[in-house]
């Protein structure tokens, strides 16, 4: 009821110029005097210049009100929102078909997502990593950046952690391959290892397909661990940014070297 008098109290002016002219036309063609139809003509007319002038003015007053917003608004959004918490990538992880990880351990991801990462490549998705070097200054690079810029070894625990888990992820992917589960293929996973350190950590979803999204990680220098800023892209919001960092991935991996899980998945069977 509250919509249909708000309709009427809108467009008054229109309804009655209609009423007037269905009246005049009425009593024109069967009252016998046509006279009265100019008079009705007239109103109506009226009526209808009265309501053009009216949305003029209201189009005029919106218009000035648009352009004082514009010029009160920044030149640029707030950092407030643009960084975000990190998110929680479980539900992006089960929709995915193509999941592209890129980092300097990556340790706390790969081991927090392992389910979710293993149910992911037992249907069929496939998994690439970019992770660093152990054997290359990659370490001592990411060593520099942080609080002990002498503890390489932190690095070097991590890094094993991550390609320990990796190669659990290999190992439990041929398992359900032996057990009949078709989509599960050892081969989906990818590790491939930088020489150097990157700037910011990446994960992305189907990157490749519309419906992508990644998700960037800025490290930190010394201090600032606990909380990096992080930022999302998607193709439809950030078209440009989004597709550099996608050609950015690629570049990294194409210039990375293969790892070889060969060892730490015989050491991970000859233990169990």
Not at 91 to 98: D, L, R, S, V
Not at 198 to 221: Q, R
Not at 231 to 243: G, S
């Amino acid at each position: 009821m509250k919509k249909i008098w708000k309709f009427i109290l809108t467009n008054s002016d229109t309804l009655i110029a209609i009423l007037v002219s269905l009246m005049a036309a009425i009593v024109g063609m069967f009252g016998g005097n046509q006279f009265l139809l100019l008079p009705g003509i007239a109103a109506t007319l009226a009526i209808l210049s009265v309501s053009l002038i009216r949305d003029r003015i209201n189009r005029e007053a919106l218009s000035e009100q648009i352009s004082n917003l514009k010029r009160h608004l920044p030149d640029r959004p707030s950092a407030l929102a643009f960084f975000r918490r990190p998110p929680d990538l479980a539900p992006f992880i089960k929709q995915a078909t193509q999941i592209d990880l890129c980092g300097v351990t990556l340790t706390n991801t790969i081991h927090g997502q392992s389910a979710m990462l293993s149910k992911h490549l037992e249907n069929g998705g496939k998994l690439r990593v970019l992770l660093i070097e152990p054997a290359s200054q990659a370490i001592e690079m990411s060593a520099q950046r942080s609080v002990r810029t002498k503890d390489t070894e932190y690095y070097h625990r991590q890094l094993e952690s991550a390609l320990y888990d990796i190669a659990c992820l290999i190992i439990f992917t041929q398992d359900r391959q032996q057990s009949g589960v078709r989509n599960a293929k050892p081969e989906n996973i990818s590790v491939r290892l930088l020489s150097y350190a990157p700037s910011f950590g990446m994960i992305s979803f189907d990157a490749k397909k519309k419906n992508g999204i990644i998700f960037v990680e800025v490290y930190p220098h010394k201090y600032g661990f606990q909380l990096s800023p992080t930022f999302e892209l998607t193709p439809e919001n950030d078209e440009d940014w989004y597709y550099y960092f996608v050609d950015q991935f690629d570049v990294m991996w194409k210039a990375a070297s293969d790892w070889d899980p060969t060892p730490y998945v015989q050491k991970i069977s000859f233990d169990t």
